[in-house]
């Protein structure tokens, strides 16, 4: 029993420990650091890594086709 809430205990405090932080750089973030939306901590958020191989012509290809797709949502929302 007492085996039981020593373990309970202990699994409770583990789950309020801080969790370590890694910290990682790579040249895409660098790369488009000073562009609108780029937020500290995360940087640039690219998850799919679709700007790995980006020039500035592609990320705003990209970044233009993210708007208008935002903005057909929200007039499919209105109906």
Wanted: include cysteine; hydrophobic fraction near 45%.
């Amino acid at each position: 029993m007492k085996l039981l809430i020593t373990s309970l205990l202990a699994g409770s405090a583990a789950a309020f420990a801080p969790a370590s932080q890694k910290v990682s750089s790579s040249a895409v973030s660098m790369a488009f650091e000073s562009e609108l939306g780029v937020q500290p901590p995360l940087g640039l958020f690219d998850p799919l890594g679709l700007l790995e191989d980006a020039d500035q012509d592609r990320f705003d290809r990209l970044r233009y086709i993210e708007i208008k797709h935002g903005r057909i949502c929200m007039l499919g929302f209105l109906g």
